[in-house]
């Protein structure tokens, strides 16, 4: 079967996807104006990633045969509050992140989000029970009541659509093979944090893309932001959990 047949027998052939992600899904030209884009100018060149089909959100949504809508992604972000910062905006938990996915009166069918790199990079918590004071932490600064709250919000904004929650994935530099990824970041383990996305996507009626379950690195230029390559073994991860 030709790739352009396959498009066709696809079930998310002509359907409209907006992501809700950080910096490995932002692009130049991409993204909402004033935004956060990490692949701009130099780095599109270090990472060999100039187009949308590119990246790993352009080549999922080609072979599946869907249509870009609006890509949501702020380079840094998290899910949870920043710390310092007055309101919840850039967060993805934040209402103009949530309710930034459709076009005018159009509105996606399918939403990606691919969150939670930033928060277990800086050592956020990953559950409310994992803090000595949970009973007075704000929803907005503990890992899984944000993710939930997002997940809410996304689900009240956008209630056609379906909603695919990706786990984290490890990464690897052929450029330096010396290079081991931490497993635990922050005091935190990656795994903490995939499960926290697993259970609160399902009890949400999300559908997971469980990119850790397979444990195959992405290729990256620095440890974090995929290279072409990279972005190929993301499209390839997704694409699987999709169908």
């Given at each position: 079967m030709s790739e352009n047949e396959a498009r066709a027998k696809s079930r998310y052939c002509g359907k409209r996807f907006s992501i809700l992600g950080d910096s490995i899904s932002t692009l130049a030209g991409y993204n909402p104006s004033g935004y956060s884009v990490f692949f701009a100018g130099e780095v599109c060149a270090r990472a060999n990633v100039f187009n949308a089909r590119d990246t790993?959100?352009?080549?999922?949504?080609?072979?599946?045969?869907?249509?870009?809508?609006?890509?949501?992604?702020?380079?840094?972000?998290r899910v949870t509050k920043l710390r310092g910062q007055t309101t919840l905006f850039p967060s993805g938990c934040s209402d103009e992140r949530t309710g930034g996915l459709h076009r005018g009166g159009t509105m996606p069918?399918?939403?990606?989000?691919?969150?939670?790199?930033?928060d277990w990079a800086q050592g956020i918590e990953a559950k409310c029970l994992d803090c000595a004071d949970w009973q007075h932490r704000a929803w907005s600064t503990v890992f899984?009541?944000?993710?939930?709250?997002m997940l809410m919000k996304l689900r009240r904004n956008y209630p056609a659509a379906e909603i695919f929650c990706c786990t984290l994935c490890p990464t690897l530099?052929?450029?330096?093979?010396?290079?081991?990824?931490?497993?635990s970041y922050g005091g935190v383990h990656i795994e903490r944090y995939c499960e926290t996305i697993r259970h609160i996507a399902e009890i949400n009626g999300c559908r997971v893309i469980d990119l850790y379950k397979y444990?195959?690195?992405?290729?990256?230029?620095?440890?974090s932001h995929p290279n072409s390559a990279g972005m190929n073994t993301l499209a390839s991860l997704i694409i699987k959990e999709m169908i």
């Open positions: 790993w959100w352009g080549q999922v949504i080609s072979r599946l045969g869907g249509e870009l809508l609006v890509n949501n992604s702020w380079s840094g972000s069918d399918v939403i990606i989000v691919y969150l939670g790199t930033n899984d009541s944000a993710y939930e709250r530099i052929s450029a330096n093979p010396s290079f081991t990824f931490p497993e444990r195959t690195p992405y290729n990256s230029i620095d440890g």
